[in-house]
């Protein structure tokens, strides 16, 4: 229990307590890189020149995202990799980094039970997409049948004495390194997008005003002076477009960990899980409005100028009918979102230990697109909207336990 007690003590716990059988956490912060190598990792150095080796497999794709500074100061810190000067203002931005230390000495969770490590921002009152450091430092953790160790989007970096499952279990993983509980993209909340709103109806032209009429002294009915396209109907107004589907947000990210487990009692292998988050559904483009009618003009109007012989002297209109508002086009339909990105879990046990574990991944599953909006009807009806892009899947993370990939 050497490793034990030194891993507590750098969080400043308490051994006596812990001794005790108590549980100790203790919430921290590290200001630099170099504290962060030394505290966080319990590689050797012999394995971390192993990581190194193949630390990037898989994470090619995001070379040339703001990701690849993050990737490059975690090879730093978790393998053994130089310091990335030129990365060094941006890190800064995120240190002192979130830390949080749990230590038990002995744990047991009861059968079908899970144990749910997850750091939460909100522990730290920090922004959701900040990224959390979780230690987990067990003596002795037994898993009754069918309980689980499971932790959401931090980095993981669990080190236990020695892991006791007493059981095959019916769940797909004993330990789950799993995403993040939110989604990534330009905006926060739901991870579906929200459907785009209808576009209003175009307003109905209005009718042709009839002129008024007057007598004039010698009795002849004569109609007040107007103007010539006042008799005619006015157009209807176009139909509004429908909104955009927003776009589904990026599935959560499955984050870097570290698994180290000294011994292992079990009849069937420890099985660790690990899986990216699904991206979200884009939503649906609102429909187009349909365009208004047109106003009708005046029907013909004929009068009686008192003129003798001519029973009517004047005619006037008929007044032209106004056109037809345009239908509105569909919105366009949200993007999917993508699924969510993977770091890399090393996982390490003794060699007589090797047929005592196994480890698999998966990726998110990427967000359909959204439906395009139908279009509004007119004279000339409107547009579909396009329908919305799926996400792309992203990589599944790399695992490897003894620098064996799975």
């Given amino acids: 229990m050497e490793e034990f007690q030194t891993i507590a003590l750098y969080a400043g716990q308490d051994l006596e307590k812990l001794s005790k059988g108590e549980t100790e956490i203790t919430y921290f912060r590290i200001n630099t890189p170099e504290e962060v190598r030394k505290i966080l990792c319990r590689a050797s150095l012999e394995d971390r020149k192993k990581r190194s080796e193949t630390f990037f497999d898989g994470l090619e794709y995001r070379s040339k995202l703001t990701q690849a500074m993050h990737d490059r100061g975690e090879a730093y810190v978790f393998a053994n990799h130089p310091w990335n000067t030129k990365d060094a203002l941006g890190h800064w931005n995120h240190f002192p980094i979130y830390v949080k230390m749990l230590s038990v000495a002995e744990k047991t969770i009861k059968a079908g039970d899970t144990w749910d490590v997850t750091l939460s921002p909100a522990e730290w009152q920090a922004n959701e997409r900040e990224e959390m450091y979780n230690i987990i430092n067990a003596g002795r953790l037994t898993l009754e049948k069918d309980a689980r160790i499971i932790?959401?989007?931090?980095?993981?970096?669990?080190?236990?004495?020695?892991?006791?499952?007493?059981?095959?279990?019916?769940?797909?993983?004993?330990?789950?390194?799993?995403?993040?509980?939110?989604?990534?993209?330009?905006?926060?909340?739901?991870?579906?997008?929200?459907?785009?709103?209808?576009?209003?109806?175009?307003?109905?032209?209005?009718?042709?005003?009839?002129?008024?009429?007057?007598?004039?002294?010698?009795?002849?009915?004569?109609?007040?002076?107007?103007?010539?396209?006042?008799?005619?109907?006015?157009?209807?107004?176009?139909?509004?477009?429908?909104?955009?589907?927003?776009?589904?947000?990026?599935?959560?990210?499955?984050?870097?960990?570290?698994?180290?487990?000294?011994?292992?009692?079990?009849?069937?292998?420890?099985?660790?899980?690990?899986?990216?988050?699904?991206?979200?559904?884009?939503?649906?483009?609102?429909?187009?409005?349909?365009?208004?009618?047109?106003?009708?003009?005046?029907?013909?109007?004929?009068?009686?100028?008192?003129?003798p012989g001519s029973p009517f002297g004047n005619i006037i209109g008929p007044g032209k009918d106004g056109r037809g508002g345009c239908g509105g086009n569909g919105g366009r339909g949200g993007r999917g979102g993508h699924g969510g990105i993977s770091s890399n879990v090393y996982i390490t046990v003794p060699d007589s230990c090797t047929k005592l574990i196994s480890a698999y991944s998966k990726p998110g599953i990427p967000g359909k697109g959204g439906k395009g909006g139908n279009p509004g009807f007119g004279c000339e009806n409107g547009k579909y909207g396009k329908d919305g892009r799926e996400g792309k899947i992203m990589p599944a993370a790399k695992v490897y336990i003894n620098h064996v990939i799975q």
Avoid: W
């Avoid at 990534?184 to 002129?211: A, I, T, V, W």
């Avoid at 776009?247 to 990216?276: H, Q, W, Y």
């Avoid at 979200?280 to 029907?299: K, L």
């Fill in 151 to 307: 932790v959401r989007g931090n980095v993981f970096l669990f080190t236990c004495q020695e892991l006791i499952k007493e059981d095959e279990s019916v769940k797909s993983y004993d330990i789950g390194v799993l995403a993040t509980p939110h989604g990534f993209g330009y905006r926060y909340g739901c991870f579906d997008g929200e459907n785009g709103g209808n576009g209003r109806n175009g307003e109905n032209g209005k009718g042709g005003l009839s002129p008024l009429f007057r007598t004039n002294i010698r009795g002849e009915k004569t109609p007040v002076p107007f103007g010539a396209e006042s008799i005619n109907g006015s157009d209807g107004a176009n139909g509004e477009d429908g909104a955009n589907g927003e776009d589904g947000l990026t599935g959560g990210a499955c984050r870097f960990a570290e698994i180290n487990i000294r011994n292992i009692k079990s009849a069937v292998p420890v099985v660790a899980g690990i899986m990216a988050g699904n991206g979200g559904r884009g939503g649906n483009g609102g429909n187009g409005g349909n365009g208004g009618n047109g106003g009708r003009g005046i029907r013909e109007i004929s009068y009686n100028t008192g003129c």
